[in-house]
């Protein structure tokens, strides 16, 4: 069964910083090309991030550029989301998924709140 359990979401202040994490299961991790995507409240979903297979090779959407950086650890199914220098507009539930096109089961997601 394949399963993705993101965590690591709260409630933080303007400039705090938050460490997703996303749990990947049932498929092999390590050669697949792996994304978070965010939904505002009331919002569509949004792509932020892709990373590649080749943990170094990630691309970042213009309103989180130089604030998050995105890892993974594929010896252990593991998808991270470093998020610095958060603002109220980062509010929103995260989630992690197949790139280019999310293809795998969503997860709970994983809510993060910025407060002014």
């Known amino acids: 069964e394949i399963r993705l359990v993101e965590s690591g979401g709260g409630l933080v202040e303007a400039g705090g910083s938050l460490r997703l994490s996303c749990l990947a299961s049932?498929?092999?991790?390590?050669?697949?090309?792996m994304a978070w995507f965010r939904q505002p409240p009331g919002k569509r979903l949004m792509w932020v991030s892709t990373?590649?297979?080749?943990?170094?090779?990630?691309t970042y959407a213009d309103d989180v550029k130089g604030r998050f950086t995105a890892s993974r650890d594929n010896a252990n199914n593991t998808l991270y989301l470093q998020m610095n220098d958060l603002e109220p507009k980062d509010t929103a539930t995260y989630y992690c998924?197949?790139?280019?096109?999310?293809?795998?089961?969503w997860g709970p997601g994983t809510q993060v709140i910025v407060s002014s």
């Open positions: 990373i590649r297979v080749n943990p170094g090779d990630a």
């Open positions: 049932g498929f092999t991790f390590s050669n697949t090309d």
């Open positions: 998924n197949r790139s280019p096109v999310p293809t795998l089961p």
